[in-house]
């Protein structure tokens, strides 16, 4: 500042006050001169930010562990807005599943990327959020990149997100299992034939 005399602004720096404790502090310093432009001295102002530095820095823990638990989760988690039906947030159980990257599915629609094998899905899982608050255990078919259709049970409710209302929805894949059923129900018709004869 008394190089240039340009004033600084935002400079932070720890206080260790009497009884010990830390705070961090910043400050704005401006350099002071007399009536000829000599230089005489800095004034500054100086804030406490430690609530702020601590609130930024449990948001951030915050956002970690969010983004933790979503990665991790088995079944695929989406978050869109509710206005416009784009993606904001997709995990990676969602990119798996359906072969888009979350580079490709953010900002788009399931109804873009033609995930809805039946396209009145979307507003049937609206209605019933509307009707009852959530929506649980749905049974919705989706098509894939690849073509194939897998068969979810989604359950969504609205939240905020970034400010925005939005729409969470987890998809858990029923695929394997309705697979099963229909070679189960196959089996049992086979076998009630072979005993009828």
Do not use: W
């Not at 807005?81 to 900002?107: K, L, P």
């Not at 905020?160 to 089996?187: D, M, P, Y």
Request: net charge negative; charged share 30%; aromatic share 6%.
């Amino acid at each position: 500042v008394y190089r240039t005399g340009i004033s600084a602004r935002a400079v932070s720096y720890e206080v260790i006050r009497k009884d010990d404790t830390k705070r961090m502090n910043e400050m704005s310093v401006s350099l002071m001169r007399d009536e000829t432009g000599a230089p005489i001295g800095f004034s500054g102002i100086s804030r406490d930010r430690t609530e702020l530095i601590q609130t930024e820095q449990a948001l951030r823990e915050s956002e970690e562990s969010y983004r933790s638990i979503l990665e991790l989760a088995p079944d695929a988690i989406t978050i869109s807005r509710v206005s416009d039906g784009r993606y904001m947030q997709v995990n990676s159980a969602f990119c798996q599943r359906t072969g888009y990257s979350a580079e490709e599915a953010i900002g788009r629609t399931a109804s873009e990327l033609g995930l809805y094998a039946d396209p009145s899905d979307r507003k049937r899982l609206l209605e019933s959020l509307e009707r009852d608050g959530q929506a649980e255990a749905i049974e919705i078919p989706f098509r894939v990149r690849d073509g194939s259709i897998q068969n979810n049970l989604v359950s969504a409710k609205l939240i905020r997100f970034k400010g925005e209302e939005c729409l969470l929805a987890v998809s858990t894949s029923i695929t394997s299992l309705k697979a099963a059923q229909k070679a189960l129900a196959e089996s049992e018709e086979s076998y009630r034939r072979v005993h009828e004869l």
